[in-house]
């Protein structure tokens, strides 16, 4: 069997690359959950916004994406690049069989020519988040926009995240084979990346370039005397998918019969694994107990978890019973990658001892929760659809000096939002609580983390309107964050989200029997693209009580908060 890896493979779970060459395991049947694959449909929205803005303003582009017959596409894409055309988008790569690799990038940008006159080019990704910070250094980030993406300019104290090594582990892949292929940027192995930065005061992405070659990903070193070195995108890479390469030639040569190849990898608990199609294989080789199934907020990561099993420690029994402190002699030295692994272990052995315990919440503080009271509270809430348009604004508007029950307004439009719907319906929510909140100035405003707010205020923003602005800075002056509020006085076994903390604290119960920000995006998908009017009607009311279930979960939270003003526990008491 031809080994053949996709650009996902070096930075996903190398146990779904075994598995996949693995003649002895059994395919699951089932496909990715429907969440996944509203996360993926969020961001092909998102590419395509922005291909469509390169399309629209950048001059000498060649779109092959409606080109089906590969060989066509392949042909064409030759055609597009010995031409030395600026832009290729939706190119067809041959694949690398040498390599082992095949893909696709999203698009190709003409860069440096090669020695012997022939254009070079830059792979290019969209990705819907966030892929530049801020630095104090002297270093500049090099961007173009997307009306110019052969040109490039600088920007001072930005740079690319290093944490966003998955998108340059995915981007080395695609310099790769551009090597392969003959048709890589002469001036050296640089990849762009459109994330949602808006850089430079420009109201659209541009592309961040970044040079694979540098050295600036902390990385794991034996050798070290620090235990750690930095390493470039391009090393990260070839040494991640060498290894899957291997993981997959061992698994293509297992019968499972005899003195079989032992797997080289075994499973052990990632974020992917919540919406890989391997999950049902992988499960039953973990133990109920098994630290890296049990432990989900702060999770060690892999390399942790194996050092932690290479000394005997497997479950959350095993951990919370150990002796953290001695084990850290020889712990920390196989862990140096990571910054605060110290802390990070300890707080996972607090983790393990508070879960086999039984406890919820356990309580920081002794003193009362200091938390505003006014003659109208509002409790806030949001949803955002898979693209992360603001579809729905809830609000529970408690007016205490009726005496009447709290009631439950919100604005929304299920509807596929464009950048003027989206902000119409935020104008027309921050116009209703602007309004409020000057007729009761004692007025506040409760939500839960600073979601709400980063939406609100960037909405008001985009609107290019000052008055709305304005609007929007008086409102944001009556919040007050439930969630800041939380972390000061409680650890949470299993995080302080709001379903945890809402469940654990007052009892709080949601109406839906699988409450939850992917699976609303889904009920919205459904209430605008449903197959018939029953099911959009009935996935538009199950949206709406789940949000209006969001907003009376923090109004009752706070009115728990506040009972214990009066029976403040010692700072050791846990809350079940």
């Known amino acids: 069997m031809a080994i053949i890896l996709d650009p996902y493979a070096a930075r996903s779970c190398p146990v779904k690359t075994q598995n996949r060459y693995d003649p002895t395991v059994v395919a699951p049947q089932s496909q990715p959950d429907e969440a996944l694959q509203e996360l993926f449909a969020g961001g092909k929205t998102f590419e395509d916004e922005v291909l469509q803005l390169v399309i629209d303003h950048a001059p000498d582009v060649a779109d092959l994406r409606q080109i089906e017959d590969r060989d066509e596409a392949q042909r064409l894409t030759q055609e597009a690049l010995a031409a030395g055309r600026r832009v290729v988008i939706g190119p067809r790569l041959p694949a690398d069989v040498a390599g082992h690799r095949r893909g696709q990038p999203d698009m190709l940008v003409r860069g440096a020519d090669q020695p012997d006159g022939r254009a070079g080019y830059r792979p290019v990704e969209a990705k819907r988040h966030r892929v530049v910070e801020m630095s104090h250094t002297d270093q500049l980030l090099r961007y173009s926009t997307l009306a110019d993406p052969t040109t490039e300019l600088t920007l001072p104290q930005l740079v690319f995240k290093p944490s966003r ?13 551009l090597e392969a292929a003959g048709w890589a940027d002469g001036g050296g192995a640089v990849a762009g990346v459109i994330g949602t930065d808006h850089l430079n005061g420009q109201h659209r992405p541009a592309i961040s370039w970044v040079d694979l070659s540098a050295k600036f990903i902390r990385t794991f070193s034996r050798t070290s005397s620090t235990g750690w070195k930095l390493r470039s995108a391009l090393e990260r890479y070839d040494h991640e998918f060498g290894f899957r390469v291997k993981v997959a030639q061992v698994a293509a040569a297992r019968t499972g019969v005899g003195e079989d190849h032992r ?20 499960k039953p080789q973990l133990g109920e107990d098994d630290l890296s199934l049990r432990i989900n907020k ?9 050092v932690l099993r290479n000394h005997g420690i497997n479950t959350l029994a095993d951990l919370a019973h150990a002796d953290v402190e001695a084990l850290m002699e020889s712990y920390l030295p196989e862990v140096a990658h990571r910054s605060g692994a110290d802390s990070r272990l300890r707080l996972a052995a607090r983790r393990a001892s508070l879960m086999l315990a039984g406890v919820e919440l356990e309580r920081l503080t002794s003193e009362p929760v200091d938390l505003p009271e006014s003659s109208l509270e509002i409790d806030f809430d949001i949803e955002t659809s898979a693209g992360d348009r603001v579809y729905l604004w809830g609000f529970l508007v408690d007016d205490r000096t009726t005496g009447s029950d709290p009631f439950y307004k919100a604005f929304s439009r299920f509807e596929e939002l464009d950048n003027a719907g989206e902000v119409a319906l935020a104008v027309e929510a921050i116009t209703w609580l602007d309004r409020l909140v000057t007729e009761r ?6 939500h839960y983390s600073d979601y709400e707010v980063v939406h609100l205020m960037r909405l008001a923003r985009r609107s290019g309107k000052p008055d709305v602005l304005a609007a929007a800075h008086r409102v944001r002056s009556h919040f007050v964050d439930l969630f800041s509020l939380v972390k000061g006085h409680f650890f949470g076994t299993n995080g302080l989200g709001l379903k945890v903390v809402a469940r654990s604290g007052p009892g709080f119960e949601w109406r839906d029997d699988d409450p939850g920000g992917l699976n609303s995006q889904r009920w919205f998908r459904d209430a605008v693209h449903g197959p018939d009017e029953l ?10 009580e789940y949000n209006e279930d969001d907003v009376r979960a923090t109004h009752q939270l706070r009115a728990w908060l506040r009972t214990l003003d009066d029976e403040a526990p010692d700072a050791e008491t846990p809350t079940t």
Do not use: N
Request: hydrophobic share 35%; proline share 7%; with cysteine.
């Open 165 to 177: 090594e998955a998108d340059l582990l995915q981007m080395s892949h695609y310099w790769r084979l």
């Open 263 to 282: 797997p080289m990898v075994s499973p052990i608990v990632v974020r992917e694994c919540d919406h890989c199609t391997w999950w049902e294989v992988c």
């Open 298 to 306: 702060s999770p060690l990561d892999v390399r942790e978890i194996s």
């Open 441 to 446: 100035p004692d007025t506040r405003v409760y």
């Open 535 to 544: 099911t959009r009607s009935e996935a538009t009311t199950r949206v709406l």
